[in-house]
Every structure is written in C-alpha cells, then in structure tokens.
C-alpha cells in the first residue's frame, strides 16, 4: 500500500552554491504583524554567480533594499534561507554573523557614509580596525592607487568632490578583499561622468579581483554596466535580464511600473 505524502511543507534547505555567491532560497521577509504586516519579499529564490556585476531593479517599494539588507545579512528573513559563498547566515549568531560580514562583504551607499572626523586614509582602513587587522601600508598604497586616490590620502573628506569621497567608500569597501560588495545606489548623488568612473571601479572589482558586484539602482544606463538586471515587483522576482542596454531597461521598468 502507498503511503499517503505527508501535507506539511517541507523545511527549506539550503541549496548547493558551487558557483553561486549570494543565493537566497524561498526568502520571505515581513514587517510587522497581523492586517498591518507588510511583505517585503515574497518566497524569493535566486543564485548570483561569483565574479559578476549585478543590478537589483524595481518599482518604488518592490523590496529592493529589502533584498539587499537580506542578502547582506544586515537584517534577517522571515523564512527561507540566505547563503553567502555557501554559508547559511541562519546557522551564525549575531556575533559572528557581524564578524562574517566585517570580513567577507563590502558595502557601498549613495551617502557615500565616510567619517568626516577621519582622514581618507583612515576612513579607508577602518575596516581592517573594525576586523582587529593590522593595516599594511602597501596594500592601503595599492588600493588607493587602483581607486585614484594616490595624492589624498591626507585629506578628509569635506576636502574632496563627491566621486572622490565615493572612490573613498569604494577603496573602504575593497580594502578587506570582500567575496561580495554589495552597493545601494551608489551613483544616486553624482553627475553622470563620475557616475561612469564609479561604475568602472565597480566592473573592475568584478573582472580584475574576481568580485562579486550587487547594486542596488533606479538608472537604466548604470544597469547597463551589469551583466544582469534583477527586477522585483511586489517582492517576487519579475524578470532578469542579461547583458542589459539601457534602451531595453527602460522599456522593462515601464511595464513593471505599468502593472504595477
Ligand atoms: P524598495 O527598496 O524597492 O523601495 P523596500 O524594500 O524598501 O522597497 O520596501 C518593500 C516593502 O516593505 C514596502 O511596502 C515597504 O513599505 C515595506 N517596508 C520596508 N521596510 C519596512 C519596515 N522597516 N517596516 C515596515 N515596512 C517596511
């Protein structure tokens, strides 16, 4: 006699990430409880393969910086399960959760987020400080230097353009060698030239060091520096897209917006 298929879901598990850098897996995240509960993301499953440049698109409220506060592990799903380089965040308390990310993620905002307090220079190493690591003076130097910045190490950051105090979040970001940079409209509060300088550091990230590059952005031609465009709506994934032009990105936002 067949036995009758138990009706409980299954428990989600983790999937295999050969290849993958960022993998979430059947990820919901709610806010809040009851009528008032809003769903950020809804049972999202997505793989984002090492050394590749990505956008994260969508309409306002689509669960954009939702899914990136997830996939950094800066905040935690409701259920479902997020891999970094193959590691369930779920099974790292907070303590090594925040060691996890100091050492292996980056992070890049449109606020740029530098300690004006602090030298670039130092507002450069203060992740390795953070880590308990020790500076090394060649590899700050070489780091710098591949951003730009040679020549401003003195300077604080009131003293700098807005694209430098960005090459100075973007050295920040890689002085830790990070497996995955993760980047929240990084290019929102520049003119479009610089913007273009930012978004080249970032495709190096991915072709010289083998980065992993997730960007969260409203701007159909920096999606066109990706090599794919994730688009959300209402917290699902809606489409990807593949080698974007900023044309076809265009065109794809308008449909979401339109259905919406
Ligand atoms: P996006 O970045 O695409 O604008 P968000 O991830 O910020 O979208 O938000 C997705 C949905 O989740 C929205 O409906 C938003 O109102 C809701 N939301 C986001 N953060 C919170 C929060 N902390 N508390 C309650 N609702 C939230």
Redesign the pocket.
Known sequence: MLRARSRKTPAVRPARTTGSAVRLTQVTKR??HGESA?V?LRDVTIGIPTGTFNAVM?P????????LQCAAGLDRPTSGIVQLNGQNLAELDETRLTEYRRSRVGFVFQAFNLLPALTVEQNLILPLRLAGTAADSTSVHSVAKSVGLSGLLRRRPAELSGGQQQRVAIARALITRPQVIFADEPTGALDPDTAQEILHLLRRAVTDLHQTVVMVTHDPVAAQHTDRVVF?SA?RVAERLDRPTADQVKHLMSELRRTH
Do not use: C, N
């Not at 306002?60 to 899914?67: E, H, I, L, N």
């Open positions: 806010y809040g809003a950020a969508g306002s409220g689509s669960g954009k910086s939702t899914f959300l917290g």
